[in-house]
């Protein structure tokens, strides 16, 4: 929401207020603040067309989560109270069988309800693992935040791009870059995919703490992020991803008594208003290109 429309919202339900206190033979403090309430719930819930803050972002994920993983904690005390009986029933059924006179087609009928039971309980199982498998697959899916990094996904990357390249005028100068963890396989050949994940959450981590607030990190897929600089001059954008080059090489991580050193190589384009998605990514493509044959962590810039 635009400023000016808040500005807008505000004053209404600031005379709204001055209304509702003079319509009332007896405004307590009590009745205000129940309003006031209210509106803070109206404004809350009022839906953008922009991708939120990464912080309600994380929020409304991790609350799904939440109801997930409780919903699991739930189906499991259950399941280990039934095999709890079924573990009686055989206990049962054993000292049936060390009795002085065993009733062999007794024993027979009780050991084959008991099979049934567990068969059952295992199909019962099966069915509400996968129920709770498909629901966390569906979060992940429409989700925009990548699991791993908490930084902003792919699907959001295209969301964000088609609606800045909709636009027929952009009143701001937009750049886009890509940027590419220099030879990334050696590091999971040599040290291991946990190893390699801890490097991306290390990156997606400096990337955050380096941007401004209006600018977006995604990650783009495997090794790859996508940073979107808003209000951004050319001087001034190779000034912060060159910045961006430095704190990373400058960076270690400690992984099992090992220093990991990584560095990036970046490619780095600017928004124009004829541009689609595909286009503008594929411009910062080849100027990543560029800084992976140039001899990697360096920057380069394609422009139309």
Same mark, same amino acid.
């Given at each position: 929401m635009q400023k000016d429309a808040l500005k807008s919202l505000v004053t209404k339900m600031y005379e709204e207020l001055l209304i509702n206190i003079d319509n009332q033979k007896s405004a307590t403090k009590?009745?205000?603040?129940?309003?006031?309430?209210d509106a803070i719930n109206?404004?809350?819930?009022?839906?953008?067309d922009n991708i939120g803050s990464l912080e309600n972002t994380k929020i409304s994920f991790t609350d799904a989560y939440k109801e997930i993983t409780q919903e699991s904690i739930s189906y499991y005390k259950?399941? @280990?109270?039934?095999? &709890? $009986? /079924?573990t009686k029933l055989h206990?049962?059924?054993?000292?049936?069988?060390?009795?002085a006179s065993i009733d062999l087609p007794k024993m027979t009928e009780k050991f084959v309800d008991i099979? @049934?039971?567990?068969? &059952? $309980? /295992?199909?019962?199982?099966?069915?509400i693992i996968l129920d709770l498998m498909t629901k966390v697959k569906t979060l992940e899916t429409n989700s925009n935040l990548d699991a791993l990094t908490n930084v902003f996904n792919r699907r959001a990357l295209t969301t964000y791009l088609h609606n800045i390249c909709a636009k027929d005028t952009l009143n701001h100068e937009l750049y886009l870059v890509i940027l590419d963890i220099d030879d990334f396989k050696n590091i999971n050949d040599t040290y291991g995919h946990i190893a390699g994940d801890k490097i991306?959450?290390?990156?997606?981590?400096i990337l955050k703490r380096t941007l401004r607030d209006g600018d977006k990190v995604f990650r783009?897929?495997?090794e790859e992020f996508i940073i979107v600089l808003n209000r951004i001059s050319n001087d001034v954008c190779m000034q912060v991803t060159q910045r961006i080059l430095n704190i990373i090489s400058s960076n270690q991580l400690i992984y099992k008594g090992n220093s990991l050193n990584v560095t990036m190589s970046i490619g780095v384009t600017r928004h124009d208003i004829n541009d689609t998605p595909d286009t503008l990514i594929n411009r910062a493509?080849?100027?990543?290109?560029?800084?992976?044959?140039?001899?990697?962590?360096?920057v380069n810039m394609e422009m139309l």
């Open positions: 009590e009745k205000v603040v129940t309003f006031l309430q109206t404004i809350s819930n009022i839906q953008t259950n399941s @280990n109270d039934r095999f &709890d $009986e /079924i206990e049962e059924a054993l000292d049936e069988f060390h009795a099979q @049934n039971y567990m068969k &059952d $309980e /295992i199909i019962r199982a099966n069915s991306l959450i290390l990156i997606a981590n783009y897929g495997g493509d080849k100027a990543l290109y560029k800084s992976k044959h140039g001899g990697k962590n360096q």
